[in-house]
Every structure is written in structure tokens, then in C-alpha cells.
């Protein structure tokens, strides 16, 4: 790993939040620690890349994003420094189009429609959320664990999923958050483990992604207003972690 893209992270306890989420920050921090692993916040996109290419044989490859679209990523890692889970959102202005609409305008994933075309990438979206979906959106995306740290009761891709809506919440207060869900990961997001959130029954989205396909994919949408209540129910709840420690990770 290049020391200037270390130095571009920022543990995750230290990133700015507002008072209604500094709890669950300090719980989040918590249980990542119990378990060895450091968490962060990152906007170096190149740095996702590069981790994404280095563990292909694990991880489907990344979408297409639009160079213009703020970004950030949260990682986890281990004492020997490597990044064994990670989670990742751009923001999208849909003021003046839905997401919906922006996932078949191909700007969802492209600067430029054009190129969008010449690569023979293109989007349908018959989800009546996603086209409900407008003003500033957050789309989740690029969720991985390392296979090594998968099963038991680490559960780091519902942490890692916490600690990237988390970050959306504070760095973009966005009025969506949303995400393709592809269906054979769909199962893992039950109300029981990520809180209230819309996930369309059946497979609403067909994007096609040079190199992977013609993708199914389930519309999932998020309240800031959900979220942050599941985000502070986990903070309190006795099962988190012991209340000093999340007392001193508060601090």
C-alpha cells in the first residue's frame, strides 16, 4: 500500500458527525476493536480500485462510476495493515432526474451517456422506488469481505454496511440511500439486519456491465430517518458492546 494513500484514511472514530450519531460511532468503533480490526473512512477511489483488482477472485468488480460524483469508502483492518472488509457510495444529485431515471440515462455510472454506449453498457429500471427516488441520493455500493473473515460471529459486512450508511449520513445528509442488490446476496438484507429499508421483491433492475454481463439486480432504498434509528438502537442495545468501552470511544 503507497504511504500517501494511508495517509489520505481517517479513522473512523475521528470523522465529524452530528450529535445524533456520535453514539453510534463510538459503538461501531467498538466492536470493530474487539475483533483486531482498525476502521476508516477514505475518498481515494484509486486505492478501492486497486484493493478490488488485488481481490477479484473474492469480489464481483465495481461499478462504473461517474468521475464528477462525490465519493468514500470505509475499510477495516487487520494488525498486519490489510483492508479485510470494505464498503463503498457515491453521491448523485437526481433533482432534475429520479434515480431511477438516471440509472437508464447511464449517468447513474457514466459522466458521459456517450460512453456509456461505445462500451455497450445500459441500464432498465422498472421500480417504481427507484423512480420515486429524487433530490441528493447516496448509491451504496461495493460491499466485500475478505474470505478468510467471512461466517462466525463476525458479521463484518453488516458492520462495514453500518459504518459506510453512517458516513453517507454525515458527510452528505442525502435524502435517499440506495443500492442494486444482486439476488443471490439479497437474503442478507432482512429488516432483522440492516433495520427498515425498501427491497423490491423481484429483481427490478437489468444493467449491463461490459465484462460481467447482463446483471439482475433488487432496488433497495433507505430513509436517512430509518437509518439513523437502527444506527442508535444498535448503539444502545446491551448486546453492542460494554457501555465503558463505548463511553471511552466516545471521548
Known sequence: MFPAR???????????????????????????????LTPFLSTDW????????????????LLPRPTSAPHLWVGLENAAGEVVAAQAAILLDCTGKSYGARLEAMTAFYDDPSAAAASGAWCFSASPEAREAAGKAAMMSSGWVHPDWRGGHRDLFHLSGRMNRLAV???WNPDWLVALVDPNVSRLWTERAVGPRHLDRHATILFHQPGEGRLRLHLMRFRPDDVILDLQRRAFSPQTAPHGAIQSASQ
Open 6 to 36: 494511508i495517509a489520505a484514511r481517517v479513522p473512523f472514530e475521528a470523522m465529524p458527525v452530528p450529535s445524533a450519531l456520535a453514539a453510534p460511532r463510538a459503538a461501531l468503533s467498538v466492536l470493530a476493536h474487539m475483533q483486531g
Open 46 to 61: 484509486t486505492d478501492l480500485e486497486a484493493l478490488n483488482v488485488q481481490h477479484r477472485d473474492s469480489w464481483f468488480e
Open 169 to 171: 449520513l454525515a458527510r
